[in-house]
């Protein structure tokens, strides 16, 4: 660090980040600690050293990890697991990074550049005694699995072998799982089986990505034991059928089961075709463009297909700017905010069926402590609105929320400020299609006109609401219930309305050190 400037070297120590915890700091982490263009050169500078300094780690540890030959497999029982705890250095085993199996194909973990970062750290923490610190994020976890799974079943398919064996069986997930958390020791876990969490991810990837089939024959087959999750079948082997189903994104999917009983992946079949069942059923309901169905018939029907919905939902089939659309043809029902704040209570409450009733109770709860919060930041200022169901008191609330708890990156120019994020009060004679068309974001946003609220997803408006104050619970209902990401310029507001009103606590990990620094605060005056 002494070939830093004194700026950027106070502004670390202030922040309590030595070299060792330079080292682990991400861009997100530097956009926060040097925030603003006029400390683009500093935040480049820092990357560019933490990269170089990984970069020459990977490079020692691959001429420590150079094998002398490929790790052969000969059977699913020779993969065992050592239980003892990695080396303080990069041993040669856990540099192989191909598994072949008796027959072929020879598959390989997948790894880049991030990965291989996270890997390095750890080794480096590891020769300091401080191995267990070293945590894989969320996101480059799911990049591993999904990227091992998805190269595992092409070089199936591009084997011999792939002509009756489209799909990994279950030896070579466990085989491969038991290389991954060779591989990236941080995975493991601490039980006798350490590549269990890493082979139910692999398995359940397998189980998503499988092409769906329809059911030969007109009786569903009763009686057959359900497997556990290392049972093997006798081949141990799945096979596709050799007729293919094309199905729209906006239709349930249903997994393939076996004719004879065996199939590797079939833990819940009837619960799915049940969960279909219902679907078709919804579908029924708004088959008419001026169809108003029941709303406690479409919620009844929402509790049964709830499972096979947020699979759909959560798989990210669809790109973020697109997902709203595609999910509101596919769930209509949907367009009506109570549907959506009723998943909500689906997603968060579980069983708990005054889950909804209490995060109301809560939201105005935090604007009763906010109002007085913002005057005590000077945010806002009196007098206040005695009302706090009214619309002039929610509308100063949420413009002054994003003040209140700020998020270090700028919102985008033609928005104006950030609080525009979350409402827009139209100005007369504002046409609000033309606003939304200009509009840069396209996430969930409350438009007052004065006398009504609408809220309105990308370019289109959703629904009315009844009044503003309750706008901000059907916002959040909105990204659960159609899983959207949070805009950047908003995402430390929503956050701490996610902790403090919902109740949906975010990992340590996961928390930006904007959030961390905005909840701090907040609770030491709600404390006072």
Same mark, same amino acid.
């Given at each position: 660090?002494?070939?830093?400037?004194?700026?950027?070297?106070?502004?670390?120590?202030?922040?309590?980040?030595?070299?060792?915890?330079?080292?682990?700091?991400?861009?997100?982490?530097?956009?926060?600690?040097?925030?603003?263009?006029?400390?683009?050169?500093?935040?480049?500078?820092?990357?560019?050293?933490?990269?170089?300094?990984?970069?020459?780690?990977?490079?020692?540890?691959?001429?420590?990890?150079?094998?002398?030959?490929?790790?052969?497999?000969?059977?699913?029982?020779?993969?065992?697991?050592?239980?003892?705890?990695?080396?303080?250095? =990069?041993?040669?085993?856990?540099?192989?990074?191909?598994?072949?199996?008796?027959?072929?194909?020879?598959? @390989?973990?997948?790894?880049?550049?991030?990965?291989?970062?996270?890997?390095?750290?750890?080794?480096?923490?590891?020769?300091?005694?401080?191995?267990?610190?070293?945590?894989?994020?969320?996101?480059?976890?799911?990049?591993? /699995?999904?990227?091992?799974?998805?190269?595992?079943?092409? /070089?199936?398919?591009?084997?011999?072998?792939?002509?009756?064996?489209?799909?990994?069986?279950?030896?070579?997930?466990?085989?491969?799982?038991?290389?991954?958390?060779?591989?990236?020791?941080?995975?493991?876990?601490?039980?006798?089986?350490?590549?269990?969490?890493? &082979?139910?991810?692999?398995?359940?990837?397998?189980?998503?990505?499988?092409?769906?089939?329809?059911?030969?024959?007109?009786?569903?087959?009763?009686? @057959?034991?359900?497997?556990?999750?290392?049972?093997?079948?006798?081949?141990?082997?799945?096979?596709?059928?050799?007729?293919?189903?094309?199905?729209? @994104?906006?239709?349930?999917?249903?997994?393939?089961?076996?004719?004879?009983?065996?199939?590797?992946?079939?833990?819940?079949?009837?619960?799915?075709?049940?969960?279909?069942?219902? &679907?078709?059923?919804?579908?029924?309901?708004?088959?008419?463009?001026?169809?108003?169905?029941?709303?406690?018939?479409?919620?009844? /029907?929402?509790?049964?297909?709830?499972? #096979?919905?947020?699979?759909?939902?959560?798989?990210?089939?669809?790109?973020?700017?697109?997902?709203?659309?595609?999910?509101?043809?596919?769930?209509?029902?949907?367009?009506?905010?109570?549907?959506?704040?009723?998943?909500?209570?689906?997603?968060?409450?579980? =069983?708990?069926?005054?889950?909804?009733?209490?995060?109301?109770?809560?939201?105005?709860?935090?604007?009763?402590? @906010?109002?007085?919060?913002?005057?005590?930041?000077?945010?806002?200022?009196?007098?206040?609105? #005695?009302?706090?169901?009214?619309?002039?008191?929610?509308?100063?609330?949420?413009?002054?929320?994003?003040?209140?708890?700020?998020?270090?990156?700028?919102?985008?120019?033609?928005?104006?400020?950030?609080?525009?994020?979350?409402?827009?009060?139209?100005?007369?004679?504002?046409?609000?299609?033309?606003?939304?068309?200009?509009?840069?974001?396209?996430?969930?946003?409350?438009?007052?006109?004065?006398?009504?609220? /609408?809220?309105?997803?990308?370019?289109?408006?959703?629904? #009315?609401?009844?009044?503003?104050?309750?706008?901000?619970?059907?916002?959040?209902?909105?990204?659960?219930?159609?899983?959207?990401? &949070?805009?950047?310029?908003?995402?430390?507001?929503?956050?701490?309305?996610?902790?403090?009103?919902?109740?949906?606590?975010?990992?340590?990990?996961?928390?930006?050190?904007?959030?961390?620094?905005?909840? =701090?605060?907040?609770?030491?005056?709600?404390?006072?």
């Amino acid at each position: 660090m002494d070939d830093l400037d004194e700026t950027t070297r106070s502004v670390l120590q202030a922040a309590d980040v030595d070299e060792w915890v330079l080292e682990t700091l991400s861009r997100d982490d530097l956009l926060d600690l040097f925030p603003g263009p006029q400390n683009f050169m500093r935040r480049k500078k820092l990357w560019d050293g933490i990269q170089t300094k990984a970069q020459s780690q990977n490079a020692v540890n691959e001429a420590a990890d150079q094998p002398s030959a490929i790790a052969v497999l000969s059977s699913p029982a020779q993969t065992s697991t050592p239980k003892s705890l990695p080396q303080t250095s =990069t041993p040669k085993s856990l540099g192989l990074k191909t598994v072949k199996m008796p027959n072929p194909p020879e598959y @390989v973990v997948y790894t880049d550049s991030e990965l291989d970062m996270v890997r390095s750290q750890y080794f480096e923490l590891l020769r300091n005694g401080k191995g267990s610190q070293s945590k894989m994020s969320k996101e480059l976890f799911c990049r591993l /699995i999904r990227n091992t799974v998805t190269s595992m079943v092409a /070089i199936l398919r591009a084997s011999g072998s792939g002509q009756e064996q489209m799909y990994p069986s279950k030896s070579e997930l466990r085989a491969v799982a038991e290389k991954i958390v060779d591989y990236y020791p941080m995975l493991r876990d601490s039980s006798d089986m350490p590549y269990l969490t890493v &082979y139910s991810k692999m398995y359940k990837r397998v189980q998503n990505i499988k092409s769906p089939r329809k059911r030969q024959g007109r009786m569903p087959q009763r009686g @057959v034991p359900k497997r556990s999750l290392f049972q093997s079948s006798p081949d141990d082997g799945s096979h596709a059928s050799t007729a293919s189903t094309n199905v729209s @994104v906006a239709s349930t999917v249903i997994h393939p089961d076996s004719d004879d009983g065996n199939s590797d992946f079939s833990p819940d079949q009837d619960s799915r075709k049940t969960q279909a069942r219902h &679907y078709k059923t919804l579908q029924m309901m708004y088959s008419k463009s001026n169809s108003k169905p029941n709303k406690s018939d479409v919620a009844q /029907i929402l509790n049964l297909e709830f499972e #096979a919905r947020r699979a759909f939902i959560d798989s990210d089939v669809t790109k973020e700017e697109d997902r709203a659309a595609k999910i509101m043809d596919a769930y209509p029902c949907f367009k009506d905010p109570q549907h959506a704040i009723d998943e909500l209570g689906r997603i968060l409450g579980g =069983t708990n069926r005054t889950y909804i009733d209490d995060t109301n109770k809560r939201w105005e709860t935090f604007c009763a402590n @906010v109002q007085f919060y913002g005057l005590w930041k000077k945010v806002l200022k009196p007098p206040i609105s #005695a009302d706090m169901h009214g619309a002039d008191f929610t509308i100063a609330l949420l413009k002054a929320l994003p003040s209140l708890f700020p998020s270090p990156t700028p919102p985008p120019k033609r928005l104006g400020g950030a609080s525009e994020a979350l409402i827009h009060v139209l100005e007369e004679n504002e046409d609000p299609n033309t606003y939304l068309d200009k509009r840069p974001l396209s996430s969930p946003v409350l438009l007052y006109d004065g006398s009504a609220c /609408i809220l309105a997803i990308g370019k289109f408006p959703v629904s #009315a609401l009844e009044e503003v104050f309750n706008g901000m619970v059907a916002l959040m209902a909105y990204y659960y219930t159609l899983h959207l990401t &949070y805009p950047k310029c908003i995402a430390t507001v929503l956050s701490v309305i996610q902790t403090e009103v919902l109740h949906d606590e975010i990992h340590d990990r996961d928390a930006t050190t904007a959030y961390k620094k905005a909840m =701090t605060e907040w609770r030491s005056f709600i404390q006072k």
